[in-house]
């Protein structure tokens, strides 16, 4: 135990597989502390394997809360069950995926530990002060901001998708099972339903398109699905598809998803801050747009100047000869 009475570097997320990126940056973390990285799981009925996974995927230790109150997440249950497990470990530092779940968790445990709380971060490291330092996306994703710990627990919440899981090794770590009393829930969720699932998910698509205003009507979003085809690609779109016309259910962006495709392809996308904020970290981002000012070819790697309803139906035919798809 350091001179200051915190060790280690703690990683929560319900979202299994945001856990797991968690760890990656935990690990790294680690390492530059000299320290150890621990995983918590909360729930009802924990399988083995999700705690084998975890030291497989760099945990020496995972603390387990495993309590038939914990099936349903919530923030009045699942505080002091993270609070146990903090207190078990007494974590120098906390990463929290950055989920709803985990958006609404953090600020309440980071106030019960008067701990600040680094939010959305998408860098982490270490400072020559040893305290924990991030940048996060600010002003709708126009600027970064470098932000850094004063006290600790230093406490940050990462967004799916940030880092890479580690890879995977047959490792030995310690599994802590943990019990907490949990306080009589002051909310009865009187009924649960299942949401009404996309599919797939936007984000674990390699290849997508994106279709915005310059389609002049619903059905000209075909044009793009023909594309899509001939790339094995997802089509999303800007948001005012989404919200205003309704074409799509979802859409990419600061309020939408955020991917990290290996291609972008960006049709009749003007190029906003805030749909900017969704692609940034797509490898590479191909864009047409009629408007050669459009912002979206400060961003894109590749720009067509042109009529979409001209040029994507070429491009398409081009592709399927190149592919050799579809004969
Ligand atoms: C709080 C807040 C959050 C927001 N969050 C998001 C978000 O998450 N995601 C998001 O996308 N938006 C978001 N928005 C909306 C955002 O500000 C823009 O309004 C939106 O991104 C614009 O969508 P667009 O590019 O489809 O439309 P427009 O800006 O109207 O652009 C249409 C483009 O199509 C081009 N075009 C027109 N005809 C053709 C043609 N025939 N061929 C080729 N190009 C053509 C035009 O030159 C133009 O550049 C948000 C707004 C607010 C206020």
Request: hydrophobic letters at 40%.
């Amino acid at each position: 135990m350091s001179g200051t009475g915190f060790k280690g570097v703690m990683a929560y997320s319900e979202n299994h597989d945001l856990l797991l990126e968690l760890l990656g940056v935990g690990r790294r973390l680690a390492d530059k502390l000299g320290t150890e990285l621990s995983a918590v799981l909360i729930g009802c009925g924990i399988c083995e394997e999700k705690e084998k996974e975890a030291v497989k995927h760099s945990a020496d230790n995972v603390y387990v809360v495993d309590d038939p109150r914990l099936e349903f997440f919530s923030v009045e249950t699942y505080k002091p069950a993270l609070l146990e497990a903090v207190k078990a470990g007494s974590p120098e530092v906390i990463l929290i995926g950055g989920t709803k779940r985990g958006e609404e968790l953090a600020p309440r445990v980071a106030t019960a530990l008067d701990a600040g709380c680094m939010t959305d971060c998408i860098t982490l490291d270490i400072d020559v002060e040893k305290r924990l330092t991030g940048r996060r996306m600010t002003y709708g994703g126009s600027t970064l901001a470098e932000v850094v710990c004063l006290k600790k627990p230093q406490m940050a919440t990462v967004p799916p998708k940030v880092f890479e899981k580690p890879t995977p090794l047959d490792r030995t770590g310690e599994v802590v099972p943990l019990k907490v009393d949990l306080p009589e829930p002051k909310v009865k969720v009187v009924e649960r339903r299942e949401k009404q699932q996309a599919t797939f998910r936007i984000e674990d698509a390699p290849t997508v398109v994106g279709c915005g205003r310059g389609f002049k009507k619903k059905e000209d979003v075909k044009l793009l699905e023909e594309l899509a085809g001939v790339l094995d690609a997802k089509v999303s779109c800007t948001r005012p598809l989404a919200a205003d016309y309704h074409w799509m259910q979802e859409w990419i962006g600061l309020s939408g998803h955020k991917i990290r495709p290996k291609l972008y392809v960006a049709v009749g996308i003007s190029g906003t801050i805030q749909h900017i904020a969704g692609i940034r970290d797509a490898q590479t981002i191909v864009a047409v747009n009629s408007d050669e000012e459009a912002p979206i070819f400060n961003t894109a790697d590749y720009g067509v100047v042109g009529d979409l309803y001209k040029v994507i139906p070429a491009l398409t035919k081009e592709l399927k000869e190149k592919l050799g798809k579809y004969g």
